[in-house]
Structure formats: structure tokens, C-alpha cells
């Protein structure tokens, strides 16, 4: 099967760049490229590089898609500890995230994500027990999220878009009160089966 190829300006600010990974992340076997020096109006703004773009891709091999299970070999565990701007890729055991701001962790497959006291961006991750986020905010963009509870937060706002979340016990559950601002993200257990696009205030010990 070939992968679908689209592309984005990189100064677009009608559908800005979470927008389309947003979009990446929901539309199977996708691929984003992004054109500097373009907006909204790619054609218009940088006809020739998006021209190159079109031919490459109809003149390229055909891609196979590829599996985003979480690793099957034994990885070594990563910690990040009161350091700010740290950029994270590849695959783990456990992430822990100590009073790590701006954090990103991209197309990580992990076994388990800890984070206190940090600001965390999480675009394209694989998690398979669960993410823990204690006195955190996430921001998390596509990606799959499973665990017996796979989202478990312990305060804070947060936002998740783009996702698929998949708890053997509860999706989400929330420790203290807890705002999560929901956007095409799916739901899934035995809880809640369903697509949330809305702003969620989650009530102590409450579970989705």
C-alpha cells in the first residue's frame, strides 16, 4: 500500500503545524512533509517546491507502512532530571521525566512515561502502561496510549489531541481535580467507548 503524502506550509496560521499532525495522526499511513517560506496557499506561495514534492512522491518506491508496536527487544530506561528543553526520540523502557519543562518526547515507544512536575510534549508516542503525569501538564499529539490505565493524572490541565487512549481499567483517570482539553482523541474502556472532542473537568478519582 502506498502511504498518503500531504503537505503543509510551515507559516500556515489558518491550520498550524498541531493541526496537521493532528490530522497525520489520524489519517492511516500518512505522511506530513512541511514547505518553508509557505502559508496556507502552498500552490501559490511555492508552486516549484511543492511541485518537486508531488513528482517525487508519484515517481518513489511504494512504502511499506510502518508497525508502531512498541519495541519487542529489551531497551534501556531513560531520566531526565531538572533540565529544561530536552528532546527525546527512539525506544525505551521507562521514560521519567523529573522537573523536565518543555520536554519532547517524538515517535517514542515506551513501556511506561513517568513525569513530575514538568511540561511535557509527547507527539506521535507509543506507550504501552500507561503514562503517569503528577503535578504536570501534557501535551500530547497523536499517538497510542494503552495500559491498564493509560492516562493516569494526578492534577493539572492537559491536552490531548490526535490520540488513540486504550485502558484495560479506565482510559483516564483522574487523581486530583483535572482539566483535559479533549480534540479527535479516542476513547477506549470498559468505561467509555467513544471520540471526545470537548474540554473535560474531571472530578477526584473520577475515570473515563
Known amino acids: 500500500m502506498r502511504r498518503r503524502c500531504w503537505c503543509g506550509g510551515i507559516g500556515d496560521e489558518l491550520a498550524p503545524v498541531r493541526i496537521a499532525r493532528v490530522l497525520e495522526a489520524r489519517i492511516p499511513g500518512s505522511k506530513l512533509v512541511f514547505i518553508e517560506d509557505a502559508a496556507h496557499v502552498i500552490m501559490r506561495e511555492q508552486p516549484a517546491a511543492l511541485a518537486e514534492l508531488v513528482t517525487s512522491y508519484l515517481d518513489g518506491p511504494i512504502e511499506a507502512l510502518a508497525e508502531q508496536s512498541a519495541p519487542r527487544k529489551a531497551v534501556p530506561d531513560k531520566r531526565c532530571a531538572h533540565q529544561d528543553d530536552v528532546t527525546i526520540t527512539g ?31 509527547i507527539e506521535r508516542g507509543n506507550v504501552t502502561e500507561g503514562v503517569i503525569a503528577d503535578d504536570s501538564e501534557l501535551v500530547i499529539t497523536g499517538g497510542d496510549y494503552r495500559g491498564e490505565v493509560a492516562l493516569d493524572l494526578n492534577g493539572g490541565t492537559h491536552d490531548v489531541a490526535g490520540a488513540d487512549i486504550e485502558g484495560r481499567v479506565a482510559a483516564v483517570r483522574a487523581r486530583q481535580k483535572t482539566t483535559v482539553l479533549f480534540s479527535v482523541t479516542r476513547l477506549e474502556s470498559p ?3 467513544r471520540m471526545m472532542h470537548e474540554a473535560a473537568s474531571l472530578a477526584p478519582g473520577q475515570e473515563l
Open 191 to 193: 468505561k467509555a467507548t
Open 91 to 121: 525506544d525505551y523502557g521507562e521514560i521519567d521525566l523529573d522537573h523536565c519543562n518543555n520536554a519532547r518526547l517524538e515517535r517514542v515507544r515506551a513501556r511506561r512515561v513517568v513525569v513530575r512536575g514538568s511540561k511535557v510534549h
